[in-house]
């Protein structure tokens, strides 16, 4: 991959030396069940809850609330199961990663009723939106942080407020965000965040799921006290104390990673000589989607691909799929079918941007 121009930040990110680091000695010299009660299970139990505090800090939430999973999708899953007692209905994003809309799809098999509010033609969700599909029995809102697509950023406070006002729960999918955008529980004031790990640097198969203190989920998977009963499994320990310095680290270099990846946007976007980015009221820099009129967005991505530039149609979850990313079509974009998701990251450098788009034209140019 040396030779590869890696524009495709929001499916991975490459593990930091410094988290990876953090991890290595708990696969061997500190391989012990945090479970086990003698001294060294409850040393590395220690180091557990010390990765849970770093990562409760990193978002300015008590340690109490974080409950670590295998990643986005399980959080995902088991905050989308979180519909109260007596409620009946749920609002959901219609620009949701598809394993929101799958959990939301299963809550309708289920009996419970299920509105998909639509974004604005930039992408944003308003709170006008939620409050007119609110109803008595509404229990769950749901709206992701910072879209997979095309980036853009959801007013999260105002959209859980509206929620809140209708006695509903209000859940967000912050997958995408937590490298770019300061995430603070107390300001969001949402009653559930989802994050994955290897979104921001750190290894895959982790994650962990906020719940507000006076939220009760119930249990994920059962047969065993660990994460306090609810969620039942040998805690990864490698991976967790790596997410751990890697969400610290994230949520601390904000700032610098959102000018980096600002300045990697801009020489791409300038060098581009083709196609037709979809703009966002407000949104994140390091996704951007380009529609190529004219050219079928699988068939450009892979002969980008071949030509040494990494990027995507959609969400990698959704790889092999037909369809064009559902996120265009709800925002009205025309020949969604056309696009490649363009992600950035620590790990691109301007010049490599420049170089990328410079293919991008070539490429591009002999396809139409």
């Known amino acids: 991959m040396n030779d590869k121009i890696y524009l ?15 991890a290595l000695p708990y696969y061997k010299e500190l391989f012990y069940n945090p ?38 999708t399980e959080a995902v899953n088991w905050a989308m199961s979180a519909m109260p007692d ?24 289920r009996g419970y009723a299920v509105d998909y509010v639509k974004p604005d033609s930039c992408g944003i969700i308003t709170p006008d939106a939620i409050k007119s599909l609110l109803r008595a029995d509404t229990g769950l809102v749901c709206v992701m942080a910072v879209n997979n697509i095309v980036g853009s950023v959801q007013p999260i406070a105002q959209l859980a407020s509206v929620a809140h006002g209708a006695g509903a729960l209000f859940f967000t999918d912050a ?19 989802a994050v994955s790990a290897h979104k921001f640097y750190s290894l895959k198969g982790a994650g962990f799921l906020y ?39 994230a949520q601390a270099g904000a700032r610098e990673y959102n000018e980096h990846v600002k300045a990697v946007k801009t020489e791409f976007l300038k060098t581009l000589e083709v196609g037709r980015p979809v703009e ?19 068939r450009l991505a892979v002969a980008l691909s071949c030509a040494g530039v990494c990027a995507s149609v959609g969400a990698a979850c959704s790889a092999g799929s037909a369809t064009p990313p559902k996120t265009l079509i709800e925002m009205g974009v025309k020949n969604a079918d056309c696009s490649v998701r363009f992600s ?9 941007a420049n170089a990328a788009a410079r293919i991008v034209n070539e490429v591009a140019s002999r396809l139409i």
């Not at 220690?46 to 409950?67: G, L, M, T």
């Not at 966002?280 to 699988?298: E, H, L, P, Q, Y």
């Not at 950035?344 to 490599?352: L, P």
């Open 280 to 298: 966002c009221a407000r949104s994140a820099d390091d996704i951007v989607s380009v529609v190529f009129d004219g050219i079928n967005g699988g």
């Open 211 to 249: 719940v507000k203190n006076g939220v009760r989920p119930a249990p994920l998977l059962i047969g065993g006290e660990q994460e306090r009963g609810l969620r039942a499994g040998t805690v990864d320990v490698p991976s967790v104390v790596a997410m751990g310095a890697a969400i610290e680290k």
């Open 35 to 72: 479970s086990s009660t003698h001294a060294a299970g409850q040393k590395v139990a220690a180091a557990v809850e010390r990765a849970r505090a770093r990562c409760a800090a990193a978002i300015n939430a008590d340690p109490s609330e974080i409950f670590f999973t295998s990643g986005g």
């Open 344 to 352: 950035f990251g620590r790990c691109v450098s301007v010049e490599q």
């Open 86 to 109: 007596g409620k009946t209905h749920a609002v959901v994003s219609a620009i949701e990663h598809d394993s929101v809309l799958a959990c939301a799809e299963r809550l309708k098999s």
């Open 175 to 193: 997958v995408q965000a937590v490298n770019s955008l300061d995430i603070d529980v107390k300001e969001w004031g949402a009653d559930m965040i």
């Open 8 to 22: 495709d930040c929001a499916a991975t990110t490459p593990v930091d030396d410094e988290v990876l680091q953090a």
